[in-house]
Nanobody
Framework: QGQLVESGGGLVQAGGSLRLSCATS????????MGWYRQAPGKHRELVAT???????TYTDSVKGRFTISRDNGKSTLYLQMNSLKPEDTAIYYC??????????WGEGTQVTVSS
């Protein structure tokens, strides 16, 4: 229940792009909202982007205009398209799903490394 599996991380040069995927077991509609978080070495985990079941999106200021969160309901998959990547985007990226009863589920993370 609520299993989330991320993929798509890797090493990319500054200015490049990556697309992260988060596959869910069952339907994405079991979650009232889903999102991407990231944690850089020595830093707290921070929210990157969210999308509600109604499709409303939010982004942290540092990624606005560069990252796009989306959801494929048919494939039960959450995505994060990351363009114009910067070295400061380097982090482990985690997929999150918040169930309707407010229980949070997390994936194990995928590493994104941006070289300068």
């Amino acid at each position: 229940q609520g299993q989330l599996v991320e993929s798509g991380g890797g090493l990319v040069q500054a200015g490049g792009s990556l697309r992260l995927s988060c596959a869910t077991s069952g339907s994405v509609f079991k979650f009232s909202a889903m999102g991407w978080y990231r944690q850089a070495p020595g830093k707290h985990r921070e929210l990157v982007a969210t999308i509600t079941s109604a499709g409303l999106t939010t982004y942290t200021d540092s990624v606005k205009g560069r990252f796009t969160i989306s959801r494929d309901n048919g494939k039960s998959t959450l995505y994060l398209q990351m363009n114009s990547l910067k070295p400061e985007d380097t982090a482990i990226y985690y997929c999150n799903g918040r169930a309707w009863d407010a229980v949070n589920f997390w994936g194990e993370g995928t590493q994104v490394t941006v070289s300068s």
